[in-house]
């Protein structure tokens, strides 16, 4: 599975600029948000009523500015290739880059606990005796709770604080009940965007000529705070999709620093991560 990882790893980053993240780095490059000024309103379709196109970008930053932490319980699936797994698992997340997950067993122990804090990633397996520790990169991330993304990008996604490509046309449609925009940048790659009546977003693609890459649905979202509670990913290009569902859930709560943190006890086996 890793060999696919990484063909599709430098299949995403030949359409990369410099500085961005390492695995889709200039397909998720921010741009100005409210670039391009307010298109002109659009008739009411499928029985939308007409919004213009600076309203949706100005509730989406409102949208992913909301949180800046969670902690709750999760159930996380992933389907790779004909494989399937669905694991249950405790999750502590915080701008910019702090994680902590619990993966629990069947009666409810945990069986890995990863954390993530400084760019370092540790794990500790007790069934193994082992404690893994390396860099945070995708790639060590996806071996330990199979989330396949930079962890700076995943949380942006699992916060609703998508990243943007710079195009702006301003032209607002309506796909589906949806509404729908397009951001794009000039070497062909491509964002869409949908919202609901809300005005809340609802599913993000990004493609690259013409082959989309990445897919994000955010299939619930619990209308007291607009909170993502249910979000599916898709990545065609490495076989691979993930859904993930919140149980239970705090927001904004201060989670101290050291439960992102950790120490290898006694008498296990330290074991370095590539």
């Given amino acids: 599975m890793m060999g696919i990882w990484k063909k599709s790893c430098v299949a995403l ?9 390492r695995l889709v780095a200039g397909l998720l490059a921010l741009g100005l ?3 391009g000024g307010c298109a002109p ?12 196109a600076l309203t949706l ?3 989406l930053e409102a949208q992913g500015r909301r949180f800046h932490s969670l902690q709750g319980t999760a159930s996380l699936r992933v389907v790779s290739g004909e494989e399937e797994q669905n694991v249950k698992q405790v999750l502590l997340i915080q701008r910019p880059d702090l994680f902590r997950a619990e993966v629990l067993g069947l009666f409810g122990q945990p069986v ?9 990633l540790s ?3 007790p069934g193994e005796s082992a404690f893994y520790t390396g860099p945070a990169t995708p790639e060590n991330l996806y071996r330990l709770v199979r989330f396949p993304l930079e962890l700076r990008e995943l949380l ?7 990243p943007l490509l710079p195009g702006y046309s301003g032209l607002v449609e309506v796909d589906e009940g949806l509404y729908s925009m397009r951001r794009h940048a000039q070497d062909g790659r491509e964002q869409r ?27 619930t979202v619990r209308p007291e705070d607009g909170l993502p509670q249910q979000i599916y990913m898709s990545l065609p290009a490495v076989d691979m999709e993930l859904e993930l569902i919140w149980r239970d859930v705090r927001v904004n709560a201060e989670i101290p620093a050291i439960r992102f943190r950790l120490t290898p006890p006694a008498g296990v086996q330290i074991r370095n991560l590539p």
């Fill in 41 to 52: 309103l659009r008739p009411p379709v499928e029985g939308l009523p007409a919004v213009d």
């Fill in 156 to 162: 942006q996604f699992v916060f609703c604080d998508v």
């Fill in 193 to 219: 965007l949908y919202f609901d009546r809300q005005k809340q977003l609802r599913q993000v693609s990004y493609s690259s000529d013409g082959m989309e890459l990445l897919r994000v649905e955010y299939r």
């Fill in 57 to 59: 970008m100005k509730n």
């Fill in 112 to 120: 890995v606990t990863v954390a993530a804090a400084d760019d370092r």
């Fill in 123 to 125: 794990a500790l397996v």
């Fill in 13 to 21: 980053n030949r359409t990369c600029e410099p500085g961005w993240g």
């Fill in 33 to 35: 948000l409210l670039a």
